[in-house]
């Protein structure tokens, strides 16, 4: 066949193999067949010194005018089966099926309680502050007005780490540390964190958390405590609860108070459906946290004058607000990783 005839095919040809063509891979075989460096477009050209050469000139216009229709009719067939496969596809989706919710995880309930009650504080003026785990002597007992092998130290039961060295065994330490860092008052810090004792039972664990609370001016007394406390129990559990005091025992405040306050399923009545409330056990009044005036030799500690200094301090277990706040008997579900238990606190 002459070389014009075989270019003027090209086009009718080209049409003959799309009008088949029904997937994008045989496409692009056709593609590489009539356009590609060995394609039939390419191997004519290659003809071109056959020709006269006064015909190549218009041989070459005419093989760029063919090459353009070529490149063209290969986009409307992509473009066409782009349609159909989007086509196909959306027929086999079925829009009135259930949509697949993304799997989404959620902070552990321990978590949302210490962010909520640290929130709260914050509001109030408090700063948060942070102190390690892992302490020293000195800032977990001695700063504190324990005595060396005082048996007040056996209240918190010790995990030794090696000679002068624990698990902190309270928050209280992070007081010791805020107290020496800023020099002198005023200080009002809230301190969440870790704790670890060697206990072990439905209401105690190994491992369990703490919010430590100190405030610390010239002229704070008992009365600002139970203004701040009585504050913060009503923001979290609601308006009408009440706070009472009871006389305790800390070696690092005097006098040292236990807080109770009016028990939230009873209303602080002791009975519940015509029988003893389970949450109080028929008192009224339920334990939350152990707190006090900072003790004097604790100032004179962390270098902070006690005649002119004041302040309060108080902690409380995290687990313990937690079990109030969505009733929960057990202490040890938190430490379970029962993602049908954590999942609840989304
Ligand atoms: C203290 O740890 C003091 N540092 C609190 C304090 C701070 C008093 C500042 C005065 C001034 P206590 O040992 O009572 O106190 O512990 C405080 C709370 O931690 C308890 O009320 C209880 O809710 C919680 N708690 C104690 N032991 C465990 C345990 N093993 N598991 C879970 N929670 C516990």
Redesign the pocket.
């Known amino acids: 066949m002459d070389l014009t005839a075989a270019l003027e095919n090209l086009v009718p040809a080209l049409e003959t193999g799309l009008a088949e063509v029904s997937s994008l891979a045989r496409l692009e075989d056709i593609q590489v067949a009539f356009l590609g460096r060995k394609g039939a477009l390419a191997r004519l050209m290659s003809r071109l010194p056959e020709l006269p050469a006064a015909e190549r000139p218009a041989f070459g216009r005419a093989a760029n005018a063919v090459k353009e229709r070529l490149a063209a009719l290969l986009e409307d067939a992509r473009l066409r089966l782009g349609r159909e496969q989007e086509a196909a596809d959306l027929a086999r989706f079925d829009p009135s099926l259930p949509g697949r919710l993304p799997w989404q995880g959620s902070l552990h309930p321990i978590t949302l309680v210490m962010e909520e009650i640290s929130d709260v504080f914050q509001a109030m003026g408090f700063e948060i502050a942070s102190g390690p785990e892992v302490e020293t002597d000195f800032h977990n007992f001695e700063a504190l007005n324990f005595p060396p092998d005082h048996p007040a130290r056996d209240?918190?039961d010790t995990l030794f780490v090696a000679e002068g060295v624990v698990l902190r065994?309270?928050?209280?330490p992070i007081q010791v540390r805020a107290m020496l860092e800023r020099k002198g008052p005023p200080v009002a810090i809230i301190a969440p964190g870790k704790v670890y004792?060697r206990?072990s039972d439905l209401?105690?664990?190994?491992m369990?958390h703490?919010i430590?609370g100190l405030l610390v001016d010239s002229r704070v007394t008992l009365a600002e405590l139970r203004g701040v406390l009585t504050m913060f129990v009503r923001q979290l559990f609601g308006r009408d609860i009440a706070v009472r005091f009871r006389p305790s025992f800390?070696p690092?405040?005097e006098p040292?108070v236990e807080a109770d306050i009016s028990c939230i399923l009873c209303a602080g009545t002791g009975r519940a459906q015509n029988s003893p409330c389970r949450v109080c056990k028929g008192t009224g009044w339920l334990?939350i946290?152990?707190?006090?005036m900072v003790h004097p030799n604790v100032f004179s500690a962390v270098g902070f004058n006690p005649e002119t200094c004041s302040g309060f301090?108080?902690?409380?277990?995290v687990?313990?607000v937690a079990m109030l706040k969505y009733g929960i008997g057990d202490?040890r579900m938190f430490f379970e990783n029962d993602l049908r238990f954590l999942a609840q606190f989304s």
């Open positions: 209240m918190q065994t309270h928050t209280s004792r206990d209401t105690h664990t190994p369990f703490q430590e800390f690092f405040t040292s334990e946290l152990g707190a006090g301090a108080f902690g409380l277990g687990e313990r202490l």
